[in-house]
């Protein structure tokens, strides 16, 4: 079975403070993607990344980064937490096919309150 | 960018009925594919459904089927003698065949099933 995991569950930070969230899954998949998850919004794309060191914003990068120096391992930064920046984050991973039925599999999430 | 919409935050159906959860999209693409996700409370998203666009024929497993119509740009879940575990947040999402493997997710419908 596929295995998305997230460091943390629940995490509480302060104003200001440099956030990082990280994901890792076990089945080498080349694609991660970051989702931010906000009552009555749904799920939005934060960043995604197709490769290792490669990066791509998705609809909602704004005072967000990312970093993946490693294929299983896919981390989102926050570089100054706001509170608008309190939310559910979700890590998903995926293969690559051309053409194919390509599925998601999600991480546990992680529940950030700014404080 | 593609939009996914579903029209109902909320449902709720007897154990045992049928519901079905709408959702409809725009897209000028041809081709691409369609997911229903399933979020049970405090646990983590996995796919129930998945469709593609070139294919006429429903998709079905086990007790959840689609009505996909292309046309009308539809894609409705139908979930059959309903049980208390189907209880969840439903979203909708939509991946281009063209542009990589992101998904546009919908605002999502929490189902709730009563006994």
């Known amino acids: 079975d596929v295995k998305v995991t997230q460091s943390s569950r629940y995490l509480v930070k302060r104003t200001g403070e440099k956030v990082f969230l990280e994901c890792v899954q076990d089945m080498d998949h080349e694609n991660m993607f970051w989702y931010r998850q906000d009552p009555g919004l749904g799920l939005r794309l934060i960043y995604f990344s197709y490769d290792v060191k490669m990066k791509e914003k998705g609809d909602i990068p704004e005072g967000y980064s990312v970093s993946r120096e490693k294929k299983e391992r896919f981390s989102l930064i926050l570089e100054s937490a706001s509170t608008n920046q309190t939310s559910m984050y979700l890590c998903?991973?995926?293969?690559?096919?051309?053409?194919?039925?390509?599925?998601?599999?999600f991480g546990p999430g992680t529940r950030l309150t700014v404080t | 960018a593609q939009t996914v919409t579903q029209s109902q935050p909320e449902m709720s159906v007897q154990e045992a009925e049928t519901v079905t959860l709408s959702c409809t999209y725009d897209t000028s693409e041809s081709d691409y594919y369609l997911f229903w996700y399933k979020q049970p409370p405090s646990r983590q998203m996995i796919l129930v459904i998945r469709?593609?666009?070139?294919?006429?024929q429903n998709a079905t497993e086990n007790r959840f089927s689609v009505n996909f119509q292309k046309a009308a740009k539809s894609f409705s879940l139908k979930i059959s003698d309903s049980q208390l575990g189907d209880a969840a947040m439903y979203f909708c999402?939509?991946?281009?065949?063209?542009?990589?493997?992101?998904?546009?997710f919908g605002k999502g419908t929490s189902l709730l099933v009563t006994p």
């Open positions: 469709q593609e666009a070139y294919k006429q």
């Open positions: 998903a991973s995926s293969p690559s096919g051309a053409g194919s039925l390509i599925e998601q599999y």
């Open positions: 999402a939509y991946r281009s065949a063209l542009s990589g493997y992101a998904l546009n």
